[in-house]
């Protein structure tokens, strides 16, 4: 299974991002073999439509659950379609290898 | 000019794109079937809900919710009876699922797989988790006071009338939190 965290900077130390569609880099953690690909953000200075474009890079990678600060209202409706779960993490100072720390809780 | 279509909120979507007759050429247009329609056939004589609770679950006003099932019955004795396709298209229509709150990690996710129950958290793994609703937020503002001097917080309590609540530090008569941005504060003379 896939997920797709959003991510202040390309490294496990970096923040996570409390914003979706502008945010610095997408990671993309695979709960199978626990591998970790961090891809920029193309949309992150785009003016409009950055939700959505960001949805499209996400959804290409086949991913399952998405972890951010807040989605918007498109983004929303979007991911219900695409039956991708969505997680909102209020607090900003979790990194990304606490995420992925928390996802690998279970077993 | 018509007032706008107020946006209908759609909870369980179809997962599949529609129907189409048997044994006979499709050579009539299909009926088209909005969102909003299926949803309301779905909440009424699927859930079987009142169309009260209906009209509440969709957002709109009851006599609203009642046109769209009237229009969606029609469509669908439409095409039952002219042997026509359906398909579920657009809608003024928005998809919303519900979200749930965990107590363990503090984070909000919703369930998009809704044949499935929901036992755990999907970050943290823990049961201790519980369905989340505006309302419950809109509560938790309501309960705490702020002083509108010294901006201290106080949790109200039931028995004291809230309107001689004063804060602790400098006397000032204490309001509720969610009215601050549009009040001034208002100075006592100590």
Redo the contacts between chains.
């Keep these: 299974m896939k997920v797709a965290i959003t991510s202040t900077g390309n490294s496990p130390d970096s923040m996570i991002d409390s914003r979706f569609g502008r945010c610095s880099y997408f990671v993309i953690y695979d709960t199978e073999n626990q591998s970790t690909e961090y891809i920029p953000n193309p949309n992150r200075d785009s003016i409009e439509g950055a939700g959505p474009a960001s949805v499209e890079l996400v959804a290409s990678k086949g991913v399952t659950?998405v972890?951010s600060g807040e989605f918007g209202?498109k983004v929303?409706?979007i991911?219900?379609?695409?039956?991708?779960?969505?997680?909102?993490?209020?607090?900003q100072d979790k990194s990304i290898s606490d995420?992925i720390q928390?996802?690998n809780?279970?077993h | 000019m018509p007032r706008p279509k107020r946006i209908r909120k759609v909870t369980n979507?179809p997962h599949f794109k529609g129907f189409k007759p048997m044994g006979i050429l499709p050579d009539k247009p299909p009926v088209v079937l909005n969102y909003e329609e299926y949803e309301a056939i779905r909440l009424n004589d699927f859930e079987l809900k009142g169309h009260v609770e209906a009209a509440m679950i969709m957002e709109v006003s009851r006599p609203t919710y009642t046109r769209i099932y009237e229009s969606a019955r029609r469509k669908v004795a439409m095409a039952f009876v002219n042997g026509q396709a359906i398909v579920f298209e657009g809608g003024k229509v928005?998809?919303?699922?519900e979200w749930y709150r965990c107590n363990n990690?503090?984070?909000?996710?919703?369930?998009?797989?809704k044949d499935q129950e929901v036992t755990h958290c999907?970050?943290?793994?823990s049961t201790d988790i519980r369905i989340f609703s505006d309302k419950e937020e809109e509560k938790q503002i309501e309960d705490i006071y702020i002083c509108p001097c010294c901006g201290q917080e106080k949790i109200h309590d039931e028995n004291n009338p809230c309107n001689e609540e004063l804060c602790p530090d400098c006397n000032c008569k204490m309001i509720r939190k969610g009215i601050l941005s549009n009040k001034r504060p208002i100075e006592t003379k100590i």
């Design positions: 659950k972890i209202a929303k409706s991911f219900d379609q695409l039956q991708v779960q969505l997680i909102m993490i209020n607090s995420i928390l996802l809780n279970q | 979507p928005y998809f919303d699922s990690c503090g984070c909000f996710f919703n369930h998009p797989q999907a970050l943290c793994h």
